[in-house]
């Protein structure tokens, strides 16, 4: 991002899971040349429009995407049919939790959208120090332990990105599955938020994956946290079928009350 688009207001977009025209509808308020769009992962699995919505926040001016666990239970679905077409393992799992064929083979046929994706940060530092990542977990930390990267010393998000990258490149995209699919650590232990919020040096963390029931951003934690997951997908589970507004999971970011 250069000067210029630190300026521009943030948009955060939680988890879209496939569902392209409820995305369209809720960025429609908000021009791309005016925003600074966040798009927190998950876009894919649930919906029949995965390999769409990440197209769609790949191309937005101004937009970075950060992965969700659902993109790297995908890319290993694809790792391993290339690997061992028999082997389903990795397949019926990512089908179970609403992968989509049809996707997979369009990703399996777009090798610069993979490797886009492949290239995916998993935390990113907002310009007001706002920590973004997908999961509302501190397992992050150990996909860093098992690229044989420490977070002490230098700079934790590049550490932890860097770490997620290598995982990726290695073929252990169900490891990157496996920690970010933890959920609800933060707003059971709020010791931990703290915790991890001192350890990447950050006053407060935004991030999705955890549905929630609210008509807005859900902020927990005495602020410290805000939860972007509103269920805006219409397919799947019961989690990705909330009757809430698109607000709840499309909105600005508020601004850091010190």
Same mark, same amino acid.
């Given at each position: 991002?250069?000067? !210029?688009?630190?300026?521009? @207001? ?45 197209? /769609? ?5 101004? /937009? %970075? #995407? ?9 890319? &290993? !679905? ?18 179970? =939790? ?24 998993? +935390? ?14 501190? !397992?992050? &930390? ?8 420490? +977070? ?10 860097? !770490?997620?990258?290598?995982?990726? /490149? ?5 490891? =990157?599955?496996?920690?970010? /699919? ?7 232990? @709020? ?11 950050? @006053?407060?963390? #935004? ?5 929630? &029931?609210?008509? %807005? ?30 607000? &709840?999971? #499309? ?5 850091? #009350?010190?």
């Amino acid at each position: 991002m250069t000067a !210029a688009e630190d300026d521009l @207001p943030v948009l955060i977009v939680g988890d879209v899971h496939g569902d392209v025209e409820r995305l369209f509808s809720a960025l429609r308020p908000y021009p791309p040349e005016r925003w600074r769009t966040v798009f927190l992962g998950d876009l894919v699995d649930g919906g029949p429009f995965g390999v769409g919505a990440l197209r /769609s926040a790949r191309d937005r001016p101004h /937009s %970075q #995407v950060l992965l969700g666990n659902h993109e790297a239970l995908m890319l &290993a !679905a694809l790792t391993e049919r290339r690997r061992d077409p028999r082997n389903r393992e990795a397949l019926v799992r990512w089908l179970g =939790v609403g992968g989509q064929q049809h996707d997979l083979d369009e990703l399996a046929r777009d090798p610069g959208l993979e490797a886009w994706l492949r290239e995916r940060p998993a +935390l990113l530092r907002l310009p007001d120090g706002t920590l973004a990542q997908h999961a509302d977990t501190d !397992a992050y &930390a150990r996909l860093a332990e098992l690229a044989g990267l420490t +977070l002490d010393g230098g700079e934790p998000v590049e550490r932890v990105n860097r !770490a997620v990258r290598t995982l990726l /490149s290695d073929g252990r995209e169900d490891e =990157v599955w496996d920690a970010l /699919s933890v959920r609800d650590t933060f707003r059971r232990y @709020p010791a931990r938020l703290q915790t991890w919020l001192e350890r990447m040096r950050a @006053p407060r963390l #935004v991030h999705g994956h955890s549905p929630h &029931a609210a008509r %807005q951003p859900l902020a927990y934690a005495e602020g410290r946290a805000i939860n972007f997951d509103g269920g805006l997908g219409r397919w799947g589970g019961s989690p990705y079928r909330r009757r809430t507004p698109a607000a &709840a999971t #499309v909105a600005p970011l508020p601004p850091l #009350v010190n």
